[in-house]
C-alpha cells in the first residue's frame, strides 16, 4: 500500500517559516522527482519545488528565494523549508511523487500565515 505522509503545517506569523516533510513508502517502482504544490480556497494548484533524483531542483516563481527544498533518498522523503513566509502564502500543501508508471499525490497539510 502507497502511503505518503505529510508533517510540519500549521499557524505561524508572517515572517516565520516552517519545515514539511513528506515520507514516501510502498512505491515498488523507482522515484524520479519529488516535490511539493499548493492551493488556496479558490485558486488552481501550482508547483512550489521540485527536485530530482540527481538533486537538480525548480521553484515557483513566487518562492523568490525563501522556500528550499531537499530529500533523503535512502529514506524517500522530501523535505520544504519555508523561510519569510507571508498571508499569501496560506495554502493546503501536497507532497508529489513521480514514479517510474504513475503520480502519487499526498493527502495535503495545511500551512496557514497570520499576517
Known amino acids: 500500500q502507497v502511503q505518503l505522509v505529510e508533517s510540519g503545517g500549521g499557524l505561524v506569523q508572517a515572517g516565520g517559516s516552517l519545515t514539511l516533510s513528506c515520507a514516501a513508502s510502498?512505491?515498488?517502482?523507482?522515484?524520479?522527482?519529488m516535490g511539493w504544490h499548493r492551493q488556496a480556497p479558490g485558486k488552481q494548484r501550482e508547483l512550489v519545488a521540485r527536485i530530482t533524483t540527481d538533486g537538480s531542483t525548480y521553484y515557483g516563481e513566487f518562492v523568490k528565494g525563501r522556500f528550499t527544498t531537499s530529500r533523503d533518498n535512502a529514506k524517500n522523503t522530501v523535505y520544504l523549508q519555508m523561510n519569510s513566509l507571508k498571508p499569501e502564502d496560506t495554502a493546503v500543501y501536497y507532497c508529489?511523487?513521480?514514479?517510474?508508471?504513475?503520480?502519487?499525490w499526498g493527502q495535503g497539510t495545511q500551512v496557514t500565515v497570520s499576517s
Open positions: 508529489k511523487v513521480d514514479g517510474r508508471y504513475r503520480d502519487y
Open positions: 510502498g512505491i515498488r517502482s523507482s522515484i524520479n522527482a
